[in-house]
């Protein structure tokens, strides 16, 4: 059977998977959505005996029809190895009355690794099946982790070229010497003197520019996204849900059929839409839980139906939630429109416009398997610090975010359904805010140090990514200004 994909803004030519993993997003400006969200073809028993790489590949064959099986066994083979410092490729650990799935495992310490290690292969299979013989080029602009992640899953594979523009003062000193010393000879990586917003705009406007296209076109190369609304990255993602509940019943946690609830910590909602599409491939899953910081526009859009981002943006300390815009809830919205890309359209128009929609109460009836929550900053360190001194267990400031909403829901509604929380970065990534959380002491160290006082305390090895950059070389120096972009990515393809 093969699963086309349409857009969620006009009725249009329905694609296939790969065109849809090339394009990234639909010439309307829509998202790629599945026809239809297809269900697993084995049972969680069978799923429960199984490795990571054969639950990811049972469950990505249902979505990405137009692979051959030797195709995608090649890109999951490729993607989930030794980069990974765990052979299950994500652990289960449980603490303080919960299952948390560390998707942290990977490459760059965060779960953008668990999409981003197979995208680039996903997408030169994709390019083979096309007939797209141009190299590929990836532009990504980044607030921090998802430029390491993406460097990381694309350096060196061959077909493809990286470049990756960050806002020079606006990331941590471990995010920006994680991607200043990338190696890979066709990666660049470049430092921009504006924020975040500025790289992401010059980005956008590189990829609206046709005499750029045409100049790349001659050269023969093509720009590509990776970007967490690509449908390569969002069913990856699924695989991860899968496994944990197959896990759990290997392991004699649940019994077989009994439902668990899931908790997210979400910006962009593509993680918890992840999390949404194996519910309805048939995963047992009661409550999806969004949890939020104190960018809590979704808490207020799942409370009272109106999604509104006109508000301040406030800078936390969890950084990767802080965002106004969730790209992948307008899946979610045309679902819940019943599928309809005029509705939707609407919606989205509202949203470019005036920043604000209302979904009618009709649409805010199908919403009935989320609950959303938020976490203030001082309730994300006091669950870091409580955690830690009932069990030992450290947890970054995204996860303690999710770890934080649940306690609060779990008290509130008596639900004692077993849960599972998407634990999203290790705690080195965010040593910093951790280990301040844990004692205010620490605030005078060095980074460093509070990277070898973590490791004491959490008895949890350093890993290879903090590890290896201590030492290693800067390899990118390039500074611009915003303005400057276009002529910096023309040079570093040699076109002038
Ligand atoms: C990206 C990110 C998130 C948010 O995930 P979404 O899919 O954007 O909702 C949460 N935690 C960490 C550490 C991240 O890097």
Do not use: W
Not at 26 to 53: C, H, N, R, W
Not at 63 to 68: E, G, P, Q, S
Not at 237 to 253: F, R, W
């Amino acid at each position: 059977m093969s699963l086309l994909y349409k857009s969620t803004r006009s009725v249009s030519e329905p694609v296939t998977a790969s065109m849809a993993i090339l394009k990234g997003l639909a010439d309307d400006g829509g998202l790629f959505v599945p026809e239809s969200i297809p269900s697993l073809d084995v049972s969680m028993e069978e799923l429960s005996k199984m490795t990571y790489q054969e639950v990811a590949y049972e469950v990505m064959k249902k979505f990405l029809t137009d692979f051959t099986e030797e195709e995608l066994k090649g890109c999951i083979d490729r993607a989930y190895d030794s980069k990974f410092d765990t052979e299950d490729i994500v652990e289960l650990v449980k603490a303080d009355g919960a299952y948390y799935i560390e998707l942290f495992h990977g490459a760059t310490i965060a779960f953008k690794d668990m999409a981003l290690s197979i995208l680039p292969h996903l997408m030169t299979v994709s390019a083979k099946k096309n007939n797209v013989s141009k190299e590929i080029v990836i532009l990504t602009a980044t607030s921090g982790d998802t430029g390491k992640a993406a460097l990381a899953g694309f350096a060196d594979v061959p077909g493809t070229k990286i470049i990756v523009f960050y806002p020079k003062n606006g990331v941590s000193m471990i995010q920006e010497l994680q991607m200043v010393t990338q190696k890979g000879a066709n990666t660049h990586v470049i430092g921009i003197t504006g924020n975040f917003d500025d790289a992401q705009n010059g980005v956008k406007a590189i990829f609206g520019d046709a005499d750029m296209k045409a100049e790349l076109d001659k050269a023969g190369f093509q720009f590509s996204s990776a970007n967490s609304i690509n449908i390569g990255r969002l069913v990856p993602q699924i695989v991860y849900y899968v496994y944990s509940y197959a896990k759990l019943l290997a392991e004699g946690e649940i019994k077989a059929g009994e439902k668990i609830n899931i908790v997210v910590p979400t910006g962009n909602f593509g993680n918890i839409l992840a999390a949404y599409y194996a519910k309805n491939m048939g995963v047992p899953v009661e409550k999806l839980i969004c949890a939020s910081n104190d960018n809590k526009v979704l808490y207020d859009f799942f409370a009272t139906g109106c999604y509104d981002k006109n508000r301040e943006f406030i800078l936390t300390s969890s950084p990767s939630m802080d965002i106004l815009i969730s790209s992948n809830l307008e899946r979610l919205i045309y679902k819940i429109a019943g599928e309809n890309a005029a509705k939707n359209k609407e919606l989205m128009t509202a949203l470019s416009a005036g920043g604000k929609y209302t979904i009618t109460d009709d649409m805010k009836a199908k919403l009935a398997d989320f609950i959303g929550g938020y976490a203030t900053e001082a309730e994300t360190a006091d669950t870091i610090h409580a955690i830690y001194e009932n069990t030992g267990y450290i947890m970054d400031t995204h996860t303690a975010v999710a770890a934080s909403v649940y306690k609060k829901y779990a008290a509130d509604s008596k639900d004692e359904t077993k849960t599972v929380i998407a634990s999203t970065a290790s705690p080195y990534k965010f040593a910093r805010s951790v280990m301040n959380a844990i004692d205010a002491k620490y605030d005078e160290m060095a980074d460093f140090d509070l990277i070898d006082e973590l490791e004491k305390l959490s008895g949890v090895a350093i890993p290879n990514a903090v590890q290896e950059i201590r030492n290693a070389d800067i390899l990118h120096k390039t500074v611009c200004a915003p303005a400057e972009m276009k002529q910096e990515v023309l040079k570093f393809l040699g076109i002038n």
